[in-house]
C-alpha cells in the first residue's frame, strides 16, 4: 500500500529496502531485520481449569494485569536465524543495548550489519550516544548500515513477520511475568533457529 499523500518518500525507502533484500548472501555483511513490539504481562487470578479429553483448558475471565515487557526481534532472513531480547521497556537506551548486543554478541565478526528497521523516534544512531560513552557509540555505529521502511510500510520489514509468527505460536495465552516471557520467548527461539537448520 502507498499512501497517497507520501508516495515519493514511501516509495524511496521501500525501493531501498527491497534493494537490500535482494543483495546477494555474504557472511560478512549479513542483512538483519529489527523490530519490537511490547507485551502485556497478565496473571491468573484462579486456577485454570486443566484440559480434559475432548475439552480445551479455560481460563477465568478475570485476571491482573501485571505490567508489560518489550520485545526486541533480531532476524536473519537469509540464514533464517533470530534473536529476540525481553526488557523491561523500550527506551533509547534500550533500543542502544539490543543494538550493542546484535553488534558484539551476535555478529561480532561482520564487517558491517545492514539493518534493517522502521522510523520510531528510538531508532536513530543517537540513541547509542545516550547509552555509552561516545568513543563505544561511534565503534557500534561504524559496524552499522542503516536502511529505514517508509513510514506505514512495517509489512517491508521481516522482523514484523517475525514478530507475528511469535504471537501465534508463543504468546496466544496468558503470561504473568517477565521471566515466564523470557523463558517462553527463549524456548521458541531455540526451536525455530533449530528447525531452520
Not at 487470578?45 to 533480531?74: H, K, Q, S, V, W
Not at 532476524?75 to 558484539?104: C, M, N
Not at 561482520?110 to 557509540?137: G, Q
Request: glycine share 4%; charged share 25%.
Amino acid at each position: 500500500m502507498i499512501p497517497p499523500e507520501q508516495n515519493a518518500d514511501f516509495v524511496c525507502a521501500m525501493e531501498d529496502v527491497l534493494e537490500v533484500y535482494h543483495r546477494p548472501p555474504n557472511p560478512n555483511y549479513p542483512v538483519v531485520c529489527f523490530d519490537e513490539a511490547s507485551r502485556q504481562l497478565v496473571k491468573e487470578t484462579r486456577t485454570p481449569i486443566p484440559p480434559a479429553p475432548g475439552r480445551p483448558a479455560t481460563n477465568d475471565y478475570e485476571y491482573e494485569r501485571n505490567g508489560t515487557a518489550n520485545l526486541f526481534m533480531m532476524f536473519e532472513p537469509l540464514s533464517g536465524s533470530r534473536h529476540v531480547k525481553v526488557t523491561a521497556q523500550r527506551t533509547a537506551v534500550d533500543y542502544a543495548q539490543a543494538i550493542r548486543e546484535l553488534v558484539e554478541v551476535h555478529y561480532p565478526d561482520a564487517r558491517k550489519i545492514v539493518l534493517v528497521h522502521d522510523n520510531r523516534n528510538t531508532h536513530k544512531p543517537a540513541s547509542l550516544y545516550e547509552a555509552f560513552p561516545p568513543d563505544a557509540a561511534r565503534r557500534i555505529i561504524d559496524k552499522l548500515e542503516i536502511h529505514y521502511t517508509p513510514k506505514h510500510g512495517s509489512w517491508l520489514n521481516m522482523a514484523d513477520t517475525e514478530l507475528g509468527i511469535l504471537s501465534r505460536q508463543c504468546l496466544d495465552r496468558r503470561l504473568p511475568d517477565r521471566e515466564t516471557l523470557t523463558n517462553e520467548v527463549g524456548a521458541w527461539e531455540r526451536d525455530r533457529n533449530t528447525a531452520e537448520c
